[in-house]
T-cell receptor
Framework: NAGVMQNPRHLVRRRGQEARLRCSPM?????VYWYRQLPEEGLKFMVY????????ESGMPKERFSAEFPKEGPSILRIQQVVRGDSAAYFC???????????????FGPGTRLTVL | RKEVEQDPGPFNVPEGATVAFNCTYS??????FFWYRQDCRKEPKLLMS???SGNEDGRFTAQLNRASQYISLLIRDSKLSDSATYLC??????????FGQGTTLQVKP
């Protein structure tokens, strides 16, 4: 059973370009989460999605960032007009359908390292 | 004030030592608690969940004090392979995880 897959693993963009980060959850998982880790900092929650629905986007910057998890295909985190401050590791995690009110284990992908020149 | 606070360390200990990490959280509505491990800025991996009654997994023991909003992790008989950053994580059970900055452990031969 393949784990959470992310691509690309490394992405270099110039200021003003767009970055698209992809995440394929583990088989059978219908919940996807995106986190960002800035240099020398901890992981920060960005967004929680289910298929075709955004459940919680309270951690997303108000501008330039968007996320989707379509019915078919991977989840996409899109950053428009990137700036140097967007340079970070972006981790995706997935979990199975929630069975109870407790938090299910989230399994993390290897991350995408975004560098903005 | 950060939602989850940890001493960043680094903690430098010899092999075989016992080391303890502490963590405090500010949101009393937090429902689930975890310790994750992160190696060299790779993806975090779940080390163990933390329960009010305390729980143990081999050389690792986790404790939770809800009244004090305090979580701990004890590692006995440290191995070189334990060198990593240990992340204290809480969740309000709405899906998202809230991470501490992490405590770095370096085990020396």
């Amino acid at each position: 059973n393949a784990g959470v897959m992310q691509n690309p693993r490394h992405l270099v963009r110039r200021r003003g370009q767009e970055a698209r980060l992809r995440c394929s959850p583990m088989k059978g998982h219908s919940h996807v989460y995106w986190y960002r880790q800035l240099p020398e900092e901890g992981l920060k929650f960005m967004v929680y999605l289910q298929k075709e629905n955004i459940i919680d986007e309270s951690g997303m910057p108000k501008e330039r960032f968007s996320a989707e998890f379509p019915k078919e295909g991977p989840s996409i985190l899109r950053i428009q007009q990137v700036v140097r401050g967007d340079s970070a590791a972006y981790f995706c995690a997935s979990s199975p359908p929630r069975q109870s009110s407790t938090t299910d284990t989230q399994y993390f992908g290897p991350g995408t390292r975004l560098t903005v020149l | 004030r950060k939602e989850v606070e940890q001493d960043p360390g680094p903690f430098n200990v010899p092999e075989g030592a016992t080391v303890a990490f502490n963590c405090t959280y500010s949101n009393s509505a937090s429902q689930s608690f975890f310790w994750y491990r992160q190696d060299c800025r790779k993806e975090p991996k779940l080390l163990m969940s933390v329960y009010s009654s305390g729980n143990e997994d081999g050389r690792f023991t986790a404790q939770l004090n809800r009244a004090s909003q305090y979580i701990s992790l004890l590692i006995r008989d440290s191995k070189l392979s334990d060198s990593a950053t240990y992340l204290c994580v809480v969740s309000p059970n709405t899906g998202k995880l809230i991470f501490g900055q992490g405590t770095t452990l370096q085990v020396k031969p």
